[in-house]
């Protein structure tokens, strides 16, 4: 069995794959909207070797948070996590799909911020800009693991070096560029803020990285409405989703210039501003 939160994303997407595949049961713990859960319900729900129950294994983290809007996990909080798993034998693993966006939002280094983890998955093809990619961190036992269990879903690759080649690059070229990225979220969440009177609205805390979740009354109108209006246009489109019943999500990323996000801001803005005046 493995604890982890309502929101992370290996419990809400990939098909429940952990269970498909890995024959492991999900169990959940409340998110906090900054992406933690609480220590005391986690410790509630740690079940051991009973025979009427899964037995609690693991326990998973996501950094950055993005059902929480990109929320960064503070550290002191995986520390305490750390402390809690270390009492009861429990390992820790981390969905670090987008761990480079909270190290740059916090002024952490990777290493402080997976050095309480047992093991951890990391993208490159999302704030780093690779065509694809991601990897998994570990010891020498997991990854020997990992690479059989890789094979045997037919996970093995051929020629591969060039991917290995753009994920190299990122290391190297593409993570202090990252606060660009966070530049341009705070700006198009301050602009909605600024013109939403109250029916559009972004929670500025929660802006920690990339992701901007905005808030849409439906009185006014519908979260698939703004995303069909920003993206059919002939001058400028904006491509977001719809993040919930009342939610639009915008992430920037690599491709997106200063430039790209300015005119998108404006986008947004106008395009609010008519659903405003209906």
């Given at each position: ?62 950094n ?8 960064a996990i ?64 570990g ?55 600024g ?66 996000a ?17």
């Amino acid at each position: 069995e493995v604890l982890l939160g309502d929101r992370a994303h290996i419990h809400l997407y990939e098909q429940g794959g952990i269970s498909q595949l890995g024959g492991v049961h999900p169990r959940t713990v409340k998110n906090n909207d900054d992406g933690t859960f609480s220590l005391k319900e986690l410790e509630l729900k740690i079940r051991g070797d009973d025979p009427h129950y899964p037995v609690t294994r693991l326990v998973a983290i996501e950094n950055s948070q993005n059902k929480c809007g990109g929320r960064a996990i503070p550290l002191p909080w995986i520390k305490e996590l750390r402390q809690l798993c270390n009492k009861y034998n429990l390992a820790l693993h981390c969905d670090g799909a987008r761990i480079f966006n909270s190290c740059i939002s916090q002024g952490i280094s990777l290493k402080d911020y997976l050095e309480d983890c047992d093991s951890a998955s990391i993208c490159f093809s999302k704030g780093l800009g690779c065509p694809v990619g991601s990897v998994i961190v570990g010891t020498n036992q997991l990854i020997a693991q990992a690479i059989r269990l890789r094979k045997v879903l037919g996970g093995g690759m051929r020629q591969s070096g060039i991917l290995a080649a753009a994920a190299n690059f990122a290391l190297d070229n593409m993570i202090q560029r990252l606060a660009d990225d966070h530049k341009h979220a705070k700006a198009l969440a301050t602009a909605i803020n600024g013109i939403g009177q109250n029916r559009f609205k972004v929670d500025m805390d929660g802006v920690d990285t990339n992701i901007v979740v905005m808030w849409v009354d439906l009185t006014l109108t519908s979260p698939d409405k703004i995303v069909d209006a920003l993206e059919h246009d002939t001058e400028v489109q904006v491509r977001c989703i719809q993040f919930a019943a009342d939610l639009v999500r915008f992430v920037f990323h690599a491709n997106i210039s200063t430039e790209d996000a300015t005119l998108a801001t404006h986008k947004v803005t106008q395009t609010l501003q008519k659903f405003l005046q209906q």
